[in-house]
Nanobody
């Protein structure tokens, strides 16, 4: 199994910054894509940003130029640097990792427990 531990959420004022981290551990053979999703109250979970093993990134239009996703493959960790935060960024942020636990298994999808980000106006 793969465990994901997230950190870095909290309360920040409009225009502020936060950095989220998500460390993967457990029976990991390899990690494929890593990403962050968020779910605001009463809304569906949505993709915020994703990154491939080679560093190619994809962002939701609403966060482009404000958020930056990165990963450290030596630490099995993905980061989300969030700048110029807005009240509409308020949500629970979830780490998402696609990983293989064995050379004989295809990749599975794993989720973190979620971390609250609240942006006050």
């Amino acid at each position: 199994q793969v465990q994901l531990v997230e950190s870095g959420g909290g309360l920040v004022q409009t225009g502020g910054s936060l950095r989220l981290s998500c460390a993967a551990s457990g029976s990991i053979f390899s990690i494929v894509d890593m990403g962050w999703y968020r779910q605001a109250s009463g809304k569906q979970r949505e993709l915020v940003a994703a990154i491939t093993p080679g560093g190619l990134t994809n962002y939701a239009d609403s966060v482009k130029a404000r958020f930056t996703i990165s990963r450290d493959n030596t630490k099995n960790t993905v980061y989300l640097q969030m700048n110029s935060l807005k009240p509409e960024d308020t949500a629970v942020y979830y780490c998402n990792v696609q990983a293989r636990t064995s050379v004989f298994r295809s990749s599975g999808t794993y989720w973190g427990q979620g971390t609250q980000v609240t942006v006050s106006s």
